[in-house]
């Protein structure tokens, strides 16, 4: 079992910031890749960051400069640092991990998401 838990998430005026964190636990033998991706309503699901185990990172065009994506391979967790959010970045932000079990199946897996809501 592999579980990913995002939180941070919220209500920020535009110009704000907001950091959102994702956990991984559970059978994880290593992790590749970790990253953020978002989903509006009618829209479909896009690429923020990513970020690898050896700190490799990709952005977004629509978050560079804004958005930093880090991580901390012991602890199995990735953070997103949003700031100056504009209203567009509102969606729901959903982590992802591209991992291997213990039982050497490696697959992605998805959180349940964190909403960032952003007013004008």
């Known amino acids: 079992q592999v579980q990913l838990v995002e939180s941070g998430g919220g209500l920020v005026q535009a110009g704000g910031s907001l950091r959102l964190s994702c956990v991984a636990s559970?059978?994880?033998?290593?992790?590749?890749?970790m990253g953020w991706y978002r989903q509006a309503p009618g829209k479909q699901r896009e690429l923020v960051a990513t970020?690898?185990?050896?700190?490799?990172?990709n952005y977004a065009d629509s978050v560079k400069g804004r958005f930093t994506i880090s991580g901390d391979n012991a602890k199995r967790t990735v953070y997103l640092q949003m700031n100056s959010l504009k209203p567009e970045d509102a969606a729901g932000y959903y982590c992802n991990a591209d991992l291997t079990t213990y039982a050497f199946r490696r697959q992605g897996y998805w959180g349940q998401g964190t909403q960032v809501t952003v007013s004008s």
């Open positions: 559970g059978s994880i033998y290593s992790i590749k890749t």
């Open positions: 970020i690898t185990s050896g700190g490799s990172t």
